[in-house]
């Protein structure tokens, strides 16, 4: 029941800091990204490729098809960012003057988050990495959707639909056996899309790419907290 309710929290979370506190500037906000974006990668590589390469043993051919679905995750991460706009990793490009419901930002991130669902209950650490993950990815989004045009309404079914996709995820990983006998597969595809959004955050989050004393900092702690969880 956790794996289902924390995610949902996470959004909340994100939503209520924004929207009862209205940070001035987002220099916080942009140091919690590199920390999410530092445990999500150490996450995946600490937990998530083990579990992969682990399930295909000393088998070359099994373990480069993994491999391919690795490749093929990085690639869908990217297809998706054609319509949200980097969302995933902090940035959220679209119009705030417009008042049409971003149906296809939602539709984008609902498919990512649906995804990054499927291995939590299978997968130590991972939990705390999607959550860390959501909470300055919900900040994010919330700056903008209070900012634009959208009704409070419009903006509250968005912010639910979006909390909603990854226990979604969980529950067809646990309840469907069609689907969790691809796990494998699934996964490593999670594992692409984790690594490219994780890459992108430790890249992009610099201010002109300067060396950030306190970025590195939290990055350095978030692969500790990582790496013995």
Do not use: C, R, W
Request: glycine letters at 6%.
């Amino acid at each position: 029941m956790i794996e289902y309710l924390l995610p949902i929290i996470a959004v909340f979370l994100g939503f209520g800091f924004v929207y009862f506190i209205q940070p001035s500037n987002q220099k916080s906000i942009k140091l919690l990204l590199s920390f999410s974006g530092g445990f999500l990668l150490s996450i995946t590589i600490f937990n998530l490729l083990p579990e992969i390469f682990d399930n295909h043993g000393h088998d070359h051919t099994n373990a480069k098809s993994a491999g391919i679905f690795i490749m093929a995750g990085i690639l869908l991460q990217i297809f998706l960012e054609f319509f949200s706009k980097g969302a995933e990793h902090g940035h959220v490009h679209l119009s705030s003057k417009s008042e049409e419901f971003p149906v296809v930002l939602l539709i984008s991130l609902f498919v990512h988050a649906i995804l990054e669902g499927f291995p939590i209950h299978q997968t130590h650490g991972l939990l705390a990495g999607i959550i860390i993950h959501k909470i300055p990815v919900a900040m994010i989004l919330s700056l903008f959707l209070l900012k634009s045009a959208l009704s409070k309404s419009s903006t509250i079914i968005f912010l639910i639909l979006f909390a909603l996709a990854t226990p979604i995820g969980s529950f067809i990983a646990e309840n469907f056996e069609a689907v969790n006998h691809y796990h494998t597969q699934i996964t490593a595809v999670v594992i692409g899309i984790f690594l490219h959004i994780s890459t992108t955050i430790l890249f992009e989050s610099s201010e002109g790419h300067k060396f950030n004393i306190a970025k590195l900092a939290s990055i350095i702690l978030a692969i500790t907290i990582a790496y013995f969880i």
